[in-house]
């Protein structure tokens, strides 16, 4: 089993900097976590604190409290080597969001922007409700997956946002034939973007075009909605890797 890593909000209210043999406290979720997984005083951990990570020692684990000593830092990055910009439309079924964000962060997502599509059937209370339990999910992701930073995660836009969105690379899952090739990956910052259930509307996607957005082919099937932000993101990783 590999080593659990923990994300902590910092830096650590009221504490000095991050340094060897500080003492830090990991709270009671993180300690139910522990339990669950049956860690015991002197296990390993990893505590990723800002943009440190640190290598650490469980110490302390009883009723419902846990407390963690750093050991030294990690000089690690698992970051990818361009930012990673997912505009992931709002759908009719929230819970198809849900399935999106753990592979997404895995894939490495730097950020997730939930964008209102004509087709979205926006419902801001119940999306405001919703909003806490993807924070969740993407740490439970960033943990699951050992990264070494938190997807900044936005309130929802709408579609008229992608229209100013600003990036080096900007690509568009698109279904139907455009006769243009595939956009070449360059080593810059990429934003991309898939339509709801239903798809993009022909409007919307003149709109991208004329806003610089690059259609992009996943294949000559018909994906689901659930499925196109992540098969594009898994392609990116792949041409990423060939020069790792």
């Not at 000095?16 to 009671?28: H, R, T, Y």
């Not at 951990?45 to 302390?60: F, P, S």
């Not at 996607?205 to 898994?234: E, H, K, M, N, Y």
């Amino acid at each position: 089993m590999s080593v659990p890593r923990l994300f902590l909000d910092a830096p650590l209210a009221g504490s000095p900097p991050a340094v060897e043999n500080l003492a830090v406290p990991l709270g009671a979720e993180a300690a139910r976590h522990l339990k669950a997984l049956r860690l015991k005083p002197g296990d390993a951990l990893e505590l990723v604190l800002g943009d440190q990570v640190w290598r650490a020692d469980l110490a302390e684990l009883d009723r419902g409290q846990a407390l963690a000593r750093l050991v030294a830092p990690l000089h690690e990055d698992r970051e990818p080597p361009i930012a990673l910009q997912a505009c992931l439309p709002l759908p009719a079924q929230l819970s198809l969001f849900d399935e999106w964000l753990p592979p997404l962060v895995e894939l490495g997502a730097t950020l997730i922007q939930p964008v209102v599509y004509a087709r979205s059937e926006y419902d801001s209370a119940k999306t405001a409700a919703r909003m806490e339990r993807w924070a969740r999910l993407i740490q439970s992701a960033c943990e699951q997956s050992h990264r070494s930073r938190r997807p900044d995660l936005r309130p929802p836009v709408p579609f008229a946002a992608l229209a100013a969105w600003e990036a080096p690379q900007k690509w568009v899952a698109y279904e139907l034939a455009t006769g243009q090739t595939n956009p070449v990956l360059r080593r810059e910052p990429l934003a991309f973007t898939s339509g709801p259930e239903g798809g993009i509307t022909e409007a919307e996607f003149t709109a991208l075009a004329a806003a610089g957005w690059q259609p992009v082919s996943l294949g000559r099937s018909i994906l689901r909605a659930v499925t196109a932000p992540v098969a594009l993101l898994g392609a990116v990783q792949f041409e990423l890797g060939k020069t790792l």
